[in-house]
């Protein structure tokens, strides 16, 4: 693996402390599964220095025997288990809402997600063996080893008891057959397939079933999604939705947005990615959505949770052209058409047509 | 129950032979429990008149043990399960895609949708009590009493293995606490929340576990979603997406289109339905889509597969106006805005903001 300073010269770099970067599209789409190097990096603090032999895991809450478990007895105790499965910001494709209006957070292109093979326990199975109850009300809470640098407190989320118990959520340690990097959560992360990236949480330190979802202020106030009428000033966090699985999405990688092209046939390529259903359809429109046509899709597997690579080839004669992508999921849902259709003072769930306008000479 | 005769005179009837018909919306949202009487109608060939006593329904294909059961053996051997869950037809809201380019079939309005408690047994109880084998790529054939009138041969469907096998999926033989009524299905029919009602067989005759996906015209040939640069002379059956799960709606149901309000405060009723996911907020707009204001849901139980019935009072001026609604589900997904954003020649899954326009005089 490269060095984290190798690592950082590869991506697009929003913030040096927290660390958030995402990779340029063109190398997104090189490769469907996505190189921890390429993998867009998404953090709240500090990255934690952690030694894996100290490290131990805690399991508490209402369990009937609670858990402190060292890496070793965690890959021990429990049968491994590989899910490929993208990871993607809540704030993906933000950049492309701040031209309807004001919104807080970094401007993320399209590239604040990637698609891996994820390494690990399930999430379930160390529940089980710390004697889960019943109740379907419950929640189970995660507490990290980084530190929130906006409140100084620890990172805390949760997410709800039934999606922790789905045999695709893990307790991952290998990411594309290796071990994780350090910005990626050493020596442990949460793995959370089609549910926003905040809640698969990196550098995990403490599992606790509750009753009520996490009070950290990450899960009470932030991540929320609202109505356009809603404001920062007028936002009550208490009425707003609490984002977990992420709508259906795509995106043009290839060519860039404002790239020169060549008369005659150019190849379009992309991604789309539809949380817990499958992608049925992708449709490219060379002239900004007035026509549409199917792009291929790159695979047979239309596996949930991992993403759909596509491509077309679009024959374009001289002049500007806004190319435009839309996806349709296996049960016929697609995306809306304008930025405005989505757009909330967060900038959350940026998923309306992606626009890519190119110039032919 | 009312007889046939005055269900018939309470519908909107688009066709007699085959019988169908559709509710008006002000009564379709009147109660949460769509009334038999209430309930649409989607038939595709006359009605079978089934002695209840002489019924018997067949289980063959790839099975241990082909079970031959009447009505009463289905009654005795397995448990009763009840189910709150829309049915909808595939083709429910076309009538606004006409508007955009010629579409084929009866012009739904919004009311090819309802909304029942189904009592019956699990499909999956009785495929077990049948010994089905393994094998992730089966599919359950259904064929059922009635002929189809354009091909005269036996109406046939299916569904993928896994959804037969989901806990929701039912063989009813009641509705909101009633016997069946004749054209619902009488003695029993299949339940298959969220998925398109055509996958929801009435007058269910025999049941097939087989490798390949039902032969009958109806699945290889109809209910195929199609991109909009596709006609009815380039139409490939076996290119089309296959529709099974239904994509997120929502309808304003009172005022009916070109009502006459009062000034002043008027209040605005309809509904949303989010197939296996739940309605997580309903916007409103007074003025075709410029500002949105959140409606109340008016119920705390989101159930997936059940609808949300949603409600808000808006203050209109004197002029014309264009009302809009949108729904959002628990993914943060949306709905598009305009017709020509789903249209497709066979006006499958109309499923932009639904637009009323009325007037204060």
């Not at 992420?246 to 060549?262: D, T």
């Amino acid at each position: 693996m490269l060095g984290l300073f190798q690592r950082k010269e590869r991506l697009i770099v929003h913030g040096e402390a927290p660390y958030n970067a995402e990779p340029p599209l063109d190398r997104l789409r090189a490769a469907f599964l996505t190189d921890q190097a390429d993998f867009y990096v998404r953090s709240h603090g500090d990255i934690p220095d952690i030694d894996a032999d100290d490290y131990r895991l805690t399991v508490g809450g209402i369990v009937a025997t609670p858990l402190e478990l060292s890496l070793a007895d965690l890959k021990a105790r429990f049968p491994h288990v590989t899910v490929t499965a993208v990871m993607q910001c809540a704030g993906n494709r933000r950049a492309d809402m701040f031209a309807v209006g004001p919104v807080s957070g970094d401007p993320w292109a399209p590239g604040a997600i990637g698609n891996a093979e994820w390494t690990g326990v399930r999430l379930a199975d160390v529940l089980q063996a710390a004697g889960i109850g019943a109740g379907e009300e419950r929640h189970v809470a995660f507490e990290s080893h980084d530190r929130i640098a906006e409140s100084d407190t620890r990172f805390g989320i949760s997410i709800p008891l039934a999606k922790a118990l789905a045999p695709e959520t893990l307790l991952a340690f290998v990411m594309n057959g290796e071990v994780l990097a350090p910005e990626h959560g050493f020596p442990m992360r949460v793995v959370v397939p089609g549910f926003a990236g905040i809640r698969s949480p990196k550098w995990l330190a403490r599992i606790t079933v509750q009753d009520q979802p996490s009070d950290n202020p990450m899960q009470a106030d932030d991540y929320k999604l609202f109505p356009p009428d809603v404001t920062a000033e007028t936002a009550d966090p208490a009425t707003g939705h609490t984002i977990e699985a992420m709508p259906l999405n795509s995106a043009i990688c290839v060519p860039a947005r404002g790239a020169a092209l060549k008369i005659g046939s150019n190849q379009v390529r992309g991604y789309a990615v539809a949380s817990d259903r499958t992608v049925a359809r992708v449709d490219v429109s060379p002239d900004g959505g007035r026509s549409w046509t199917q792009a291929r899709i790159e695979h047979d597997k239309h596996a949930p949770f991992a993403w759909t690579f596509w491509e077309i080839d679009l024959d374009l004669g001289v002049g500007e052209h806004e190319l435009a992508v839309r996806a349709w999921d296996s049960a016929g849902q697609t995306q809306p058409a304008a930025p405005d259709d989505t757009w909330n003072y967060k900038g959350y769930l940026s998923a309306a047509w992606h626009r890519v306008r190119v110039t032919v000479a």
